[in-house]
């Protein structure tokens, strides 16, 4: 499985990665929390977290997993953060029109849900193994950058979920072409692991060195996870819980639908390879 130039999409992926500088703190206020091995306290939706600073900066960005904020270091909006801001509400902030803020809160949940789908869609035209439904992905491109343009009172009465039902029929068709190029490619492998299927439980399991390439691990709980060493390329991550899985020395680079917010969860190294717009978290170089 190989990548095509991004110049085959309407936008590039690196557009849909938060830009905090030009978004108005939306996920410190709009989004509720509870006190957890995530969270410190507990916190309703559409209040200020008490550590957001008047310059919509975090006060403890850089010591959020120490002061109890894990949440919110794993947490990523895909761009919708400056989008709401910036776009839907023209720059106008919830500070400055109060009247309005409610609305924003509510609109950017949904926001961040049109942006993930276009985080999967870019990806997916990116791949040579996709070529014979560009077309349709295209398509699907573009209509959900349009219900991103669409204004907040259209976006509150949006079924996000039949739109997403109706991505999801592209992903998995993305999902299935990937996987089976990659059986071609490795069929001789002896190694390989069974194919676990979405949702697949396996917490705390011992995948060092696995032989993963083309597994289907939509949604799997990998929660802990040994996967030192193991070869995840062309493997349908889409969804997969990696809280506290070991990625140390892993190969994710040629993945799918992976996203920063997962690999922020997990455990890893230096030697562990990303997709290129994934980075290695801070926390993974901290002791």
Same mark, same amino acid.
């Given at each position: 499985?190989?990548?095509?130039?991004?110049?085959?999409?309407?936008?590039?992926?690196?557009?849909?990665?938060?830009?905090?500088?030009?978004?108005?703190?939306?996920?410190?206020?709009?989004?509720?929390?509870?006190?957890?091995?995530?969270?410190?306290?507990?916190?309703?939706?559409?209040?200020?977290?008490?550590?957001?600073?008047?310059?919509?900066?975090?006060?403890?960005?850089?010591?959020?997993?120490?002061?109890?904020?894990?949440?919110?270091?794993?947490?990523?909006?895909?761009?919708?953060?400056?989008?709401?801001?910036?776009?839907?509400?023209?720059?106008?902030?919830?500070?400055?029109?109060?009247?309005?803020?409610?609305?924003?809160?509510?609109?950017?949940?949904?926001?961040?849900?049109?942006?993930?789908?276009?985080?999967?869609?870019?990806?997916?035209?990116?791949?040579?193994?996709?070529?014979?439904?560009?077309?349709?992905?295209?398509?699907?491109?573009?209509?959900?950058?349009?219900?991103?343009?669409?204004?907040?009172?259209?976006?509150?009465?949006?079924?996000?979920?039949?739109?997403?039902?109706?991505?999801?029929?592209?992903?998995?068709?993305?999902?299935?072409?990937?996987?089976?190029?990659?059986?071609?490619?490795?069929?001789?492998?002896?190694?390989?692991?069974?194919?676990?299927? #979405? @949702?697949?439980? +396996? /917490?705390? =399991?011992? *995948?060092?060195? $696995?032989? !993963? &390439?083309?597994?289907? %691990? #939509? @949604?799997?709980? +990998? /929660?802990? =996870?040994? *996967?030192?060493? $193991?070869? !995840? &390329?062309?493997?349908? %991550?889409? @969804?997969?819980?990696?809280?506290? =899985?070991? *990625?140390?020395? $892993?190969? !994710?680079?040629?993945?799918?639908?992976?996203?920063?917010?997962?690999?922020?969860?997990?455990?890893?190294?230096?030697?562990?390879?990303?997709?290129?717009?994934?980075?290695?978290?801070?926390?993974?170089?901290?002791?």
């Amino acid at each position: 499985m190989s990548n095509l130039s991004n110049s085959s999409t309407d936008i590039s992926q690196d557009h849909l990665l938060a830009d905090c500088e030009n978004c108005f703190g939306l996920c410190c206020v709009a989004l509720p929390f509870a006190a957890s091995a995530d969270f410190a306290f507990d916190k309703d939706g559409g209040n200020p977290c008490p550590n957001l600073q008047s310059d919509f900066r975090c006060g403890i960005h850089k010591d959020l997993r120490q002061k109890g904020f894990r949440g919110c270091a794993v947490y990523e909006c895909f761009g919708a953060g400056q989008k709401v801001s910036q776009v839907t509400f023209r720059g106008n902030d919830w500070r400055d029109e109060p009247e309005r803020a409610k609305q924003m809160f509510e609109v950017f949940p949904i926001m961040q849900q049109l942006h993930e789908m276009l985080w999967y869609l870019t990806e997916a035209l990116t791949l040579k193994a996709t070529l014979s439904i560009h077309n349709d992905l295209r398509e699907a491109l573009k209509e959900t950058e349009r219900l991103t343009l669409l204004s907040s009172d259209d976006l509150m009465k949006l079924d996000v979920q039949a739109h997403r039902t109706d991505i999801n029929v592209l992903l998995l068709h993305t999902s299935e072409l990937v996987r089976a190029d990659s059986l071609l490619k490795h069929k001789s492998s002896k190694k390989r692991k069974k194919n676990f299927g #979405r @949702g697949g439980d +396996l /917490i705390g =399991a011992n *995948l060092k060195k $696995a032989d !993963l &390439r083309g597994a289907n %691990l #939509r @949604g799997a709980y +990998l /929660i802990a =996870a040994d *996967l030192r060493e $193991a070869d !995840l &390329r062309d493997s349908d %991550l889409i @969804g997969a819980d990696f809280r506290d =899985a070991d *990625l140390s020395g $892993a190969d !994710l680079s040629g993945s799918i639908f992976l996203t920063q917010a997962q690999i922020n969860s997990a455990k890893g190294d230096i030697h562990t390879k990303l997709p290129p717009l994934l980075k290695h978290p801070p926390h993974w170089f901290a002791n």
